[in-house]
C-alpha cells in the first residue's frame, strides 16, 4: 500500500492544525494506511524525511499556503481545508488516497492561469483562513495556479512578493474589510467578499476572470477603469466600510481595555487619580485611557474612510474623528465623520481634473486638504452636535438599563451573535459593542461576547451528552469546536450548523439569548472585546466574574440540551462512539 504524505498548516491555526493533524493519524491506522505527517508554522514542527518523499503515492495538503508542494514532484497534491478534515476526516483520506496518485490536473479550458489573492476578514480569524482554503482548492479544481495572501490578526502571512504580482494573469481580492490596492496597478483585480470564496470557490474565479477590471495608478483618472471593479462596487456597502474601521480599530480598544484593567489591578480602583501620579497603575492607566482609547474613534473613522475612497480618505477620516471624539459625539461622530471624509474624498478624486504631470499633488496635497477643510466643517457646524447629543442619551440608558430592558437587550445582542456565527448580523452586533467600550458602555460587550462563545461550546458539550445524535466525525469535531468556542471564534460551530441548519440554528440562538440575557441581567460588564475564556483571569477585566461563568454555563447548557432535542439520530451514529 502506497504512503500517503500529509502536511498540515499551523501558525495562527495551530492548534486547529495539531488536532487536524491527530485526527489524519488516527483515521490512517484504523484502516492500516501507511502515513506521514508534517505540520509546519507551529511549536513542535516536524519536516518530513526525504526517503518518505521518495516512496509516497499521494499527498495531502491541509490549511492555507503553498505549503511547498513543488517538492512531491509528479504527485498531484489534494486540497483540504482544515475544518473539513476535523469534520468528515473519512472522506478527507477517502478523496486523497482516490484522486491524488492520478494523473496531474487537466488544463483549465481555454489555458491555465496564474492568480494572486488575498483574503481578510474584520476580526482575522476563521473567515479569513476559511477564503483562502476556499480559492486554492478551487484553484487547483480548475487547474489554475493561484498564491493567497491572508491578511489576518497578527497581519499578513504568506505575502505576495513583486515578481508574483507581475506574473500573475488576475488579482482576486476576496475580503470583507479594505484592503490597499496600490500594488497591484495595471493587473486585472476583482473584488468580493470572503463569504463568496467560500460558498462557491469555482464560480468566483470563473466570475472574475471574466468581469474583472484594470486597477488604476495611484492618482491616475479613475473615470474610465474604476479602482473598485464593478462587481466589487456592488457588493461594497455601508456594512463593509464600517467593518473595514472597526477591523483597524480594534486593537485599540484591546489594548487600551487590558492596560486599564491592568491599571486598576495594580494601584486599586483610584489607580488613575491625579494623586497616584508617578506610580506603576497611574502610569499604565494613562498609557490605555489617554493613548489607546484615544485613538478608537480617529482609527475607526479614519479605516472607514480608507475603506472607501483608499488612502486619500485615511487623513480627513482621522482628523474628522478626531474633532468627533473632542465634541463627544463619541464612536457615533466617528462613524458619521468616516464616512463623510471618505466619500466626499472619493467624490473630489473622481471631479477633480488636472494636467498628468500635476495629477500626483492630489493624493497628497489636494484631497487631504479639501477632504479635510470640508469633513472638519461639517462635524462642527453641522454633525457634531446633535449626534453628541444622541449619543449622551443611548450610553444613559445603557448604563441605567437594568430589569427587563436589560434582559430584552442581552437577549437580541446574544440571539444576533449566534444567528449567523460570524456573519453580518453576527459582526454588526460585534462592532456596536465593541465601539460602545470607547465611550464607556462596556455591559453590551460582555452579551456578545459571551453569546459568541456559547455556539461551538454548546455543540460541543451536546456531542458528549447526545452522541447518537451526531455522526463520527461531528464527534470528533466537537473537542475542536470546544477549543474555537473557548477562544471566542463562534464559527466554530458552522460544521455543525450547516449540516443540519433548521434544528442546529435555533438552538444556537436559544443558548445564545439565555447567556446574554443573564450577562446583562447580572450586571456583568467586560473591557476587552476579545480573547473569550482566556481574558477571565485578568483582574478586572471583567465584572462579577462569577455571574459571566453562570451566564456561559446556562447558554452552554441550554445549546446543548436543546441540540439533543431537536437533531435526529445521525446515520451510522452509535452511543458507544
Not at 508554522?41 to 519536516?47: D, E, K
Not at 512578493?161 to 490596492?181: F, K, M, P
Not at 447548557?557 to 451510522?572: D, Q
Request: hydrophobic fraction near 55%; charged fraction near 15%.
Amino acid at each position: 500500500m502506497a504512503r500517503l504524505l500529509v502536511v498540515v498548516e499551523g501558525g495562527e491555526r495551530s492548534t486547529l492544525a495539531v488536532l487536524a493533524l491527530e485526527a489524519l493519524r488516527k483515521a490512517a491506522a484504523r484502516r492500516n494506511q501507511p502515513i506521514a505527517l508534517e505540520l509546519r508554522g507551529a511549536p513542535g514542527a516536524n519536516p518530513l524525511p526525504e526517503d518518505a518523499i521518495r516512496d509516497a503515492g499521494a499527498v495531502l495538503l491541509v490549511g492555507a499556503g503553498d505549503l511547498d508542494a513543488r517538492r512531491f514532484g509528479a504527485l498531484r497534491p489534494v486540497r483540504a481545508a482544515i475544518e473539513e478534515v476535523l469534520t468528515d476526516v473519512d472522506g478527507v483520506l477517502d478523496r486523497a488516497l482516490a484522486d491524488a496518485a492520478a494523473a496531474p490536473a487537466a488544463p483549465a479550458a481555454g489555458n491555465p492561469k496564474t492568480i494572486v489573492a488575498v483574503t481578510s476578514c474584520p476580526t482575522g480569524i476563521a473567515h479569513t483562513f476559511m477564503a483562502a482554503e476556499g480559492l486554492q482548492a478551487a484553484a487547483q479544481a480548475l487547474g489554475h495556479a493561484i498564491r493567497v495572501e491572508t491578511q489576518g490578526s497578527v497581519g499578513a502571512r504568506d505575502t505576495l512578493t513583486a515578481s508574483e504580482i507581475a506574473q500573475a494573469d488576475l488579482v482576486l481580492i476576496a475580503a470583507d474589510t479594505g484592503v490597499d490596492r496600490a500594488r497591484f496597478a495595471g493587473k486585472r483585480v476583482y473584488a468580493t467578499t470572503t463569504k463568496a470564496a467560500i460558498r462557491d470557490g469555482k464560480g468566483l474565479i470563473a466570475t472574475a476572470l471574466a468581469e474583472a477590471r484594470v486597477q488604476p495608478a495611484a492618482g491616475a483618472d479613475s473615470g474610465a477603469a474604476p479602482a473598485r471593479p464593478e462587481a466589487a462596487e456592488r457588493q461594497a456597502g455601508a456594512y463593509k466600510h464600517l467593518m473595514t474601521g472597526v477591523s483597524f480599530m480594534l486593537p485599540f480598544v484591546v489594548a487600551g481595555g487590558l492596560l486599564i484593567a491592568l491599571a486598576f489591578a495594580v494601584g486599586g480602583i483610584d489607580a488613575m487619580a491625579s494623586g497616584n501620579a508617578g506610580t506603576l497603575g497611574y502610569a499604565l492607566g494613562q498609557i490605555g485611557a489617554k493613548g489607546a482609547f484615544a485613538l478608537i474613534v480617529p482609527a475607526l473613522a479614519g479605516y472607514i474612510a480608507y475603506s472607501i475612497a483608499d488612502r486619500p480618505g485615511i487623513a480627513p477620516g482621522m482628523i474628522g474623528g478626531m474633532l468627533a471624539a473632542n465634541l463627544q459625539a463619541g464612536f457615533l461622530g466617528g462613524i458619521a465623520a468616516g464616512f463623510i471624509a471618505g466619500y466626499t474624498t472619493r467624490f473630489l478624486n473622481r471631479h477633480i481634473r488636472l494636467p498628468r504631470n500635476l495629477e500626483g499633488l492630489k493624493p497628497v496635497l489636494i484631497l487631504p486638504l479639501l477632504a479635510t477643510t470640508l469633513t472638519g466643517l461639517l462635524m462642527i457646524y453641522v454633525v457634531g452636535v446633535p449626534v453628541a447629543a444622541a449619543l449622551a442619551a443611548l450610553t444613559g440608558w445603557l448604563k441605567g438599563m437594568q430589569g427587563a430592558s436589560a434582559l430584552v437587550l442581552g437577549l437580541v445582542l446574544g440571539g444576533m451573535m449566534a444567528i449567523d456565527m460570524g456573519g453580518p448580523i453576527n459582526k454588526a452586533a460585534y462592532a456596536s459593542a465593541a465601539a460602545l467600550l470607547s465611550s464607556g458602555v462596556d455591559a453590551p460587550m460582555a452579551a456578545v461576547m459571551l453569546g459568541g462563545m456559547t455556539p461551538p461550546l454548546g455543540l460541543a458539550l451536546a456531542t458528549r451528552l447526545f452522541p447518537a445524535r451526531f455522526t463520527a466525525p461531528e464527534r470528533e469535531a466537537g473537542g475542536a469546536a470546544a477549543v474555537l468556542g473557548a477562544a471566542f471564534i463562534t464559527e466554530g460551530a458552522i460544521p455543525f450548523a450547516a449540516a443540519d441548519p433548521l434544528r442546529v440554528i435555533p438552538a444556537l440562538v436559544a443558548g445564545s439569548s439565555v447567556a446574554g440575557a443573564l450577562a446583562l441581567t447580572l450586571g456583568v460588564t467586560l473591557k476587552v472585546p476579545h480573547g473569550g475564556l482566556f481574558i477571565l483571569p485578568i483582574p478586572n477585566a471583567v465584572t462579577h466574574l462569577g455571574a459571566a461563568i453562570l451566564a456561559l454555563v446556562a447558554g452552554t447548557v441550554v445549546t446543548a440540551v436543546t441540540v439533543g432535542l431537536l437533531k435526529k439520530g445521525a446515520a451510522g451514529a452509535t452511543s458507544g462512539a
